[in-house]
């Protein structure tokens, strides 16, 4: 069975500082991967995608994320974090033979602090 | 463009009473529509999803139902709500035939349930 897990409930960095949320799957196959941001009472928004092609991505609000296919990790990141960077980061995988469905992890809080 | 539209934002249902809550998407035709509950401090459970019309398949068992009487309308229903029920829900779509490939998933804002 696919999974995606995301091994840090929380991660608190200071403002300016890089921002790293850690994902890693266990698909068979090629995966699809992707990056999901929730801020509080909403609904979720995509962030960035990978698919295949160049193993690091860029996405939306200066977040990037690397796909490391030995490592199995799709780990998101931010050179410096704003203040309002703070939110719940979902990261997502879908197999490529399924079209349906996301398999999300159980989130990661990041609180970027003054 | 496409909108999803999900309500209501916030509802408030005492135990055994009945549960309907609403999705519908604008500006696309024969979309995916999913349904995901976010219990408190957990990660996104899938529910329900359609690939059309009066097409459902679950993914878990549980208290609830989902139905899809028009393309673009997903509902979620309960008979009798359980505690257990309570929730933050999520309706999402994605474009069909690409699925999730190029799309991923759009979320509606969400309904947070909480059962008494």
């Known amino acids: 069975a696919q999974s995606v897990a995301q091994p840090e409930d929380q991660v608190n960095v200071a403002e300016g500082n890089p921002l790293t949320v850690k994902c890693t799957y266990s698909?068979?196959?090629?995966?699809?991967l992707f990056w999901y941001v929730q801020y509080p009472n909403r609904g979720l928004q995509f962030l960035l995608k990978?698919?295949?092609?160049?193993?690091l991505v860029k996405g939306s609000y200066g977040f990037e994320a690397e796909f490391n296919k030995s490592q199995t990790s799709f780990h998101l990141k931010k050179p410096s974090a704003l203040v309002s960077d703070s939110a719940l980061y979902f990261c997502a995988v879908r197999l490529r033979s399924n079209d349906y469905k996301l398999s999300f992890g159980a989130g990661t809080t990041v609180t970027v602090r003054a | 463009s496409q909108t999803i539209h999900q309500w209501p934002a916030t509802l408030v249902q005492p135990v055994g009473s009945p549960l309907s809550l609403e999705c519908t998407v604008e500006?696309?035709?024969?979309?995916?529509l999913y349904w995901y509950r976010q219990a408190a401090g957990r990660g996104l459970q899938l529910l329900f999803y359609s690939v059309g019309i009066g097409q459902i398949s679950s993914e878990v068992p549980q208290n609830l139902s989902a139905s899809r009487p028009q393309d673009r309308q997903f509902i979620l229903s309960s008979k009798k709500l359980l505690l257990s029920d309570s929730g933050f829900y999520l309706c999402?779509?994605?474009?069909?035939?690409?699925?999730?490939?190029?799309?991923?998933?759009?979320f509606g804002s969400g309904t947070r349930l909480t059962v008494v």
């Open positions: 698909v068979s196959g090629n995966p699809y």
């Open positions: 990978y698919i295949t092609g160049d193993n």
């Open positions: 500006g696309t035709s024969n979309p995916n």
């Open positions: 999402a779509w994605s474009i069909r035939g690409q699925g999730v490939t190029r799309s991923g998933y759009t």
